[in-house]
Every structure is written in structure tokens, then in C-alpha cells.
């Protein structure tokens, strides 16, 4: 079952096109990570599936349901972390949360809400108190007191520490354990390689890569890196590759084969390949070559 | 039930915020009250025209307490991105803005009454003579000024701006209503003045009329919500 679906989506804001007609869907109980650089669009995407605004074209349906117009249905059984929101200052965290509480269907009892955020301890704390990790977790607290099958989350971890992102993690993981269906938007790519099962890449308003992330990354194969030996040009080596400062970058498909294909070659010449380094490929390999090729 | 959620919102927050209670409260019901009585002390034996200086007074409880409120409270929750956040939750825009006009409008109706009874004990200004109507004015007043304060803050860039904005709104709706004393006006100001939906109020609390402020009301009230409806801003201008 498809919970978002996402059609030839366009925005604009005067001349700037924020979203050029952007496709995709997520399957209900999925994790799926809409990544970029900023500006690239992701909070125009979430603000379109939130219903804040109404699409210049294309179409957004959340559980089939339009969140322009059925705002109201869509609410109900979604939660939304928006990248920026305000608080009452004043009010304390419990008060804020029992505020909050008062406009949610069957809403979780606040010491759950708050436990889940991690944020139990603060409970009597003023919002304006709050550091600006602990306000997205407030944040994510009032996202989660719906018990959404359906969690938008705009760049959730921004402005937490470590441990306040592990934790954040451990929540979307359990949630969706649960079979709740989360899009999350981030520009820190490991916690999209960590968290989600399929992704998309926007570059300036478009989608430049997406699909699961264990096929895409896989497909990019990895790269093997080595401090260039004294007297090797690049040009004797048996692989291509690229140097990064003084430091020799193999891409293949198969890294592993590649690394040994290097080693019996210097092998062979009584060399030693110091700083060697064998990995697949990262979201951010391909990020960056995408994002660099789009430019 | 969503209605009342925001209704309450609306209400425990306005008895928070202690700077605007001065402004809100303090300030308009110190000279609904204060004003009629200095005058019955100045002159006294004129209880008619202590009991017209009150009347004029509520145009100046309604453009503070029902109109600048909301103005500030909306504006300042826009800039902060509360509502924009109230937007997160299964609300739909009118029970967001309805919630608000109906606390704004609570405010004020109760705090004309407070200044009624006030002035009855303190300043000998007879209770209303049709309750009824009376009470019917002041509650649409309220809704009416309360609608206008909602869709004025569209035309408010910064939250900052908002009392400052509201000024010129307040002293005509006072100036208007002989608030602030016998002040000579040409006629076409006069015309404009007496056009407002504060005095549409004073004038049914005043002479007893009905037809006369029910079309200016109803009138006030269409443009309100045509406007709301057309440029009300959920979020600050991206600039």
C-alpha cells in the first residue's frame, strides 16, 4: 500500500522555481529520506505534503487524501516536525504539551509524548529555556502525540547534539518498526543512510537520483584510497584513478577486488600502499558526484 | 470541541501576558471607569452626560480590547510561527481564527461589564435601560471589531509594527464616539466617523436605535471576512 504519493509536483515562489515537477511515492510503513543541499527544495516538498500551500502543479496524496483540501482527514492520522515552528516562550514544556494535547484526537498522555522525546526531565522547564536541540525534540514530542501512521520530518535532527540525534533515531526506528510510514529530509547524509530504506536526491528543484538506498549504493560501487607511493605516477598504476591531494582515489565496482589487484602490483614492485582504505560506496559519494555533475 | 480547544488557547494566554494586560485591560478600563467618574465629581448633577461620556468610552474598550488585542496577539503568534504551527494540528484555518475571535470577544464583553457595574457604584451611571440590547450591541460589537482586528493584521508587515498600526484606529474610533471630549470636526469627518463599527455601538447603546447599527454592523462584518478570507497571513512575509 502507497501511503504518500508524490506527481509531477511544482512550485514557485515569483521567478524562482523551487520544485520543477518532483515524482515519488512511499510505500506505508516505510522510511524514506528526500536529501539535498539546502535550498535544494526539501522544505517546499514537506510544506506541499503538509498542505501549508497549494502546488503550482502536479499532485500530493497522503493516504489518498489531498492535504489542501482535506487538511483536516490528513491531520488526523499524520504528524508533522516542521523545519521551523514556534513555541509559546512562556509556557512550561508539560504546559505546552497539554496545550498541544487539547487539539489532538486521541492524543498520547504527555508523559509518554515527552519520554519518547526524551524529554522527561524537562517537563517544568520554560520553552524559552530550552537549548535548540532541546526544542526539536519538543518539536518531535508534539509530532508524535497523534500516534501518526504518517510522520513528516523536516530535517528532525538539526541542532542536537550526538546523543540527542542517536536518540531521535532510535524513536524513528521504533516507530516505524511499528509500521509508521516517515519521510524525513536531511542534509546529514549518514543519518538518511542509517534511517531510511529508499531515498531521493533533489538538486535545485529536481530529483537527480532516488530509489532504495541499498540498490543505489550499491550500484555506485565503492573506491579504494591510498597514499601515492614516492616515484608512482599515476599513469604506472594497473586502475585508474583520480588523485586527491597526495592521495591516490581507485572508484570500482567491486572495491575489494580492486584493493588486492593494487596490492600484488605494488607487491610486485617492493612498494608498500601506506593509508589504504577499502569501502562501498556512501549516500555521500554519491551525493556529492551528483551534485557536483548537476552544477 | 476544536473551536473550544483554541478558545481556551486564546483565553489563558491573554491572561498571561502581562504587559499586554496593562495595555488590554488595565489601560481601557481604567478610562471607561475613570474618565465618567472624574467628570461626575468635576460636574456634578449631569448624570446624562456622564452616562453619554461612558457610552462614548466603550468605543475606546472596543478598539482597544477587542480590535488591538487580536491585532497584536495574531500578528505576534504569526511572526513567532505559532500559527503556523497551530496549522500542524487537525484545526482547520477557521476554527483557528473563530477560537480567537470568540476569547477576544469573551475578554471584552467582560470587561464592559465589569466597567458598567463600576461606573454604576462609582460615577452613578444608570444601568442600561434595554439590557437586551445592550447586551446584543456589545456582543456584536466585540465580534465585529474582533473579525476587523484579524483581517487588519494582513496589512501589518512585523509584529512589532502592530500597536503602532492600531493607533490611528483607536483614536478615530474615540474621537468618533466623543471619547475624548467635545473636539469640532468638519462635517464629511463627522459622516466617516459616525460610519465606523464603534459607532454603530454607541449609537445602539445610546439612543436605543436597532436598524441603524445592525446594517453597519452586518455591513462591517462582510468586509471583515471577505478580506480575511482573501489576504490573511498564516506565516511572515518571506523577505
Same mark, same amino acid.
Given at each position: 500500500?502507497?501511503?504518500?504519493?508524490?506527481?509531477?509536483?511544482?512550485?514557485?515562489?515569483?521567478?524562482?522555481?523551487?520544485?520543477?515537477?518532483?515524482?515519488?511515492?512511499?510505500?506505508?510503513?516505510?522510511?524514506?529520506?528526500?536529501?539535498?543541499?539546502?535550498?535544494?527544495?526539501? +522544505?517546499?516538498?514537506?510544506?506541499?505534503?503538509?498542505?501549508? &500551500?497549494?502546488?503550482?502543479?502536479?499532485?500530493?496524496?497522503?493516504?489518498?487524501?489531498?492535504?489542501?483540501?482535506?487538511?483536516?482527514?490528513?491531520?488526523?492520522?499524520?504528524?508533522?516536525?516542521?523545519?521551523?515552528?514556534?513555541?509559546?516562550?512562556?509556557?512550561?514544556?508539560? &504546559?505546552?504539551?497539554?496545550?498541544?494535547?487539547?487539539? +489532538?484526537?486521541?492524543?498520547?498522555?504527555?508523559?509518554?509524548?515527552?519520554?519518547?522525546?526524551?524529554?522527561?526531565?524537562?517537563?517544568? @522547564?520554560?520553552?524559552?529555556?530550552?537549548?535548540?536541540?532541546?526544542?526539536?525534540?519538543?518539536?518531535?514530542?508534539?509530532?508524535?502525540?497523534?500516534?501518526?501512521?504518517?510522520?513528516?520530518?523536516?530535517?528532525?535532527?538539526?541542532?542536537?547534539?550526538?546523543?540527542?540525534?542517536?536518540?531521535?533515531?532510535?524513536?524513528?526506528?521504533?516507530?516505524?518498526?511499528?509500521?509508521?510510514?516517515?519521510?524525513?529530509? +536531511?542534509?546529514?547524509?549518514?543519518?538518511? &543512510?542509517?534511517?531510511?530504506?529508499?531515498?531521493?536526491?533533489?538538486?535545485?528543484?529536481?530529483?537527480?537520483?532516488?530509489?532504495?538506498?541499498?540498490?543505489?549504493?550499491?550500484?555506485?560501487?565503492?573506491?579504494?584510497?591510498?597514499?601515492?607511493?614516492?616515484?608512482?605516477?599515476?599513469?604506472?598504476?594497473?586502475?585508474?584513478?583520480?588523485?586527491?591531494?597526495?592521495?591516490?582515489?581507485?572508484?570500482?565496482?567491486?572495491?575489494?577486488?580492486?584493493?588486492? +589487484?593494487?596490492?600484488?602490483?605494488?607487491?610486485?614492485?617492493?612498494?608498500?600502499?601506506?593509508?589504504?582504505?577499502?569501502?562501498?560506496? @556512501?549516500?555521500?559519494?554519491?551525493?556529492?558526484?551528483?551534485?557536483?555533475?548537476?552544477? | 470541541? !476544536?473551536?473550544?480547544?483554541?478558545?481556551?488557547?486564546?483565553?489563558?494566554? $491573554?491572561?498571561?501576558?502581562?504587559?499586554?494586560?496593562?495595555?488590554?485591560? *488595565?489601560?481601557?478600563?481604567?478610562? =471607561?471607569?475613570?474618565?465618567?467618574?472624574?467628570?461626575?465629581?468635576?460636574?456634578?448633577?449631569?448624570?446624562?452626560? *456622564?452616562?453619554?461620556?461612558?457610552?462614548?468610552?466603550?468605543?475606546?474598550?472596543?478598539?482597544?480590547?477587542? $480590535?488591538?488585542?487580536?491585532?497584536?496577539?495574531?500578528?505576534?503568534?504569526?511572526?513567532? /510561527?505559532?500559527?503556523?504551527? #497551530?496549522?500542524?494540528?487537525?484545526?482547520?484555518?477557521?476554527?483557528?481564527?473563530?477560537?480567537?475571535?470568540?476569547?477576544?470577544?469573551?475578554?471584552?464583553?467582560? #470587561?464592559?461589564? /465589569? !466597567?458598567?457595574?463600576?461606573?454604576?457604584?462609582?460615577?452613578?451611571?444608570?444601568?442600561?435601560?434595554?439590557?437586551?440590547? $445592550?447586551? =446584543?450591541?456589545?456582543?456584536?460589537?466585540?465580534?465585529?471589531?474582533?473579525? #476587523?482586528?484579524?483581517?487588519?493584521?494582513?496589512?501589518?508587515?512585523?509584529?512589532? #509594527?502592530?500597536?503602532?498600526?492600531?493607533?490611528?484606529?483607536?483614536?478615530?474610533?474615540?474621537?468618533? =464616539?466623543?471619547?475624548?471630549?467635545?473636539?469640532?470636526?468638519?462635517? $464629511?469627518?463627522?459622516?466617516?466617523?459616525?460610519?465606523?463599527?464603534?459607532?454603530? *455601538?454607541?449609537?445602539? *447603546?445610546?439612543?436605543?436605535?436597532?436598524?441603524?447599527?445592525?446594517?453597519?454592523?452586518?455591513?462591517?462584518?462582510?468586509?471583515? =471576512?471577505?478580506?480575511?478570507?482573501?489576504?490573511?497571513?498564516?506565516?511572515?512575509?518571506? !523577505?
Amino acid at each position: 500500500m502507497t501511503a504518500i504519493r508524490v506527481h509531477d509536483l511544482r512550485k514557485s515562489y515569483g521567478d524562482f522555481a523551487a520544485l520543477k515537477g518532483i515524482s515519488f511515492e512511499v510505500p506505508a510503513g516505510e522510511i524514506f529520506a528526500l536529501l539535498g543541499r539546502n535550498g535544494a527544495g526539501k +522544505t517546499t516538498a514537506v510544506e506541499l505534503l503538509g498542505g501549508f &500551500q497549494r502546488p503550482d502543479g502536479g499532485t500530493v496524496r497522503v493516504h489518498d487524501l489531498d492535504p489542501v483540501a482535506d487538511r483536516a482527514a490528513v491531520r488526523e492520522r499524520s504528524g508533522i516536525m516542521l523545519q521551523e515552528a514556534g513555541f509559546f516562550p512562556d509556557l512550561t514544556v508539560a &504546559q505546552t504539551v497539554d496545550t498541544w494535547r487539547d487539539f +489532538t484526537a486521541a492524543p498520547r498522555p504527555r508523559g509518554e509524548a515527552l519520554e519518547l522525546a526524551g524529554l522527561a526531565a524537562k517537563a517544568g @522547564t520554560k520553552v524559552r529555556q530550552l537549548s535548540g536541540g532541546e526544542k526539536r525534540r519538543l518539536d518531535l514530542a508534539l509530532a508524535l502525540l497523534g500516534g501518526p501512521d504518517v510522520l513528516f520530518l523536516d530535517e528532525p535532527t538539526t541542532g542536537m547534539d550526538a546523543e540527542g540525534r542517536r536518540d531521535t533515531w532510535e524513536v524513528v526506528r521504533g516507530l516505524a518498526a511499528q509500521g509508521t510510514t516517515i519521510l524525513l529530509t +536531511t542534509h546529514y547524509l549518514e543519518e538518511a &543512510q542509517r534511517l531510511a530504506a529508499s531515498m531521493a536526491i533533489l538538486d535545485e528543484g529536481e530529483i537527480v537520483a532516488a530509489g532504495g538506498m541499498a540498490e543505489t549504493l550499491a550500484a555506485r560501487g565503492g573506491r579504494v584510497a591510498f597514499r601515492l607511493p614516492e616515484g608512482v605516477r599515476p599513469a604506472d598504476l594497473p586502475l585508474p584513478v583520480t588523485l586527491e591531494g597526495e592521495i591516490a582515489v581507485c572508484r570500482a565496482d567491486d572495491p575489494d577486488l580492486a584493493a588486492q +589487484t593494487l596490492l600484488t602490483w605494488a607487491a610486485g614492485r617492493g612498494l608498500r600502499l601506506t593509508g589504504l582504505e577499502v569501502r562501498a560506496a @556512501t549516500l555521500e559519494d554519491l551525493f556529492l558526484d551528483l551534485t557536483r555533475s548537476a552544477r | 470541541m !476544536s473551536v473550544a480547544a483554541t478558545y481556551r488557547l486564546g483565553t489563558r494566554l $491573554f491572561w498571561r501576558d502581562r504587559t499586554m494586560l496593562f495595555a488590554s485591560v *488595565v489601560t481601557p478600563v481604567g478610562l =471607561a471607569v475613570g474618565l465618567p467618574v472624574l467628570m461626575r465629581n468635576v460636574r456634578p448633577g449631569q448624570i446624562a452626560e *456622564v452616562a453619554q461620556l461612558f457610552h462614548g468610552m466603550l468605543a475606546v474598550l472596543l478598539a482597544i480590547t477587542a $480590535f488591538m488585542n487580536i491585532v497584536v496577539a495574531l500578528t505576534s503568534r504569526r511572526d513567532q /510561527l505559532v500559527l503556523k504551527r #497551530l496549522r500542524t494540528t487537525r484545526l482547520t484555518d477557521a476554527q483557528i481564527l473563530a477560537g480567537q475571535i470568540a476569547s477576544t470577544v469573551t475578554q471584552t464583553v467582560g #470587561l464592559i461589564l /465589569l !466597567s458598567m457595574v463600576a461606573v454604576r457604584f462609582l460615577a452613578d451611571v444608570p444601568f442600561p435601560p434595554d439590557p437586551l440590547l $445592550f447586551g =446584543a450591541a456589545i456582543v456584536a460589537g466585540s465580534a465585529v471589531l474582533a473579525l #476587523l482586528g484579524a483581517a487588519y493584521t494582513a496589512a501589518i508587515p512585523r509584529a512589532e #509594527l502592530a500597536a503602532a498600526y492600531t493607533m490611528p484606529i483607536f483614536l478615530m474610533a474615540g474621537v468618533g =464616539a466623543g471619547a475624548m471630549g467635545p473636539i469640532p470636526l468638519p462635517s $464629511f469627518v463627522r459622516t466617516a466617523l459616525d460610519l465606523l463599527p464603534t459607532a454603530a *455601538v454607541v449609537d445602539a *447603546v445610546s439612543t436605543g436605535a436597532v436598524l441603524r447599527p445592525v446594517l453597519n454592523l452586518a455591513a462591517w462584518a462582510m468586509i471583515g =471576512a471577505v478580506a480575511l478570507r482573501l489576504w490573511f497571513r498564516w506565516e511572515p512575509r518571506r !523577505s
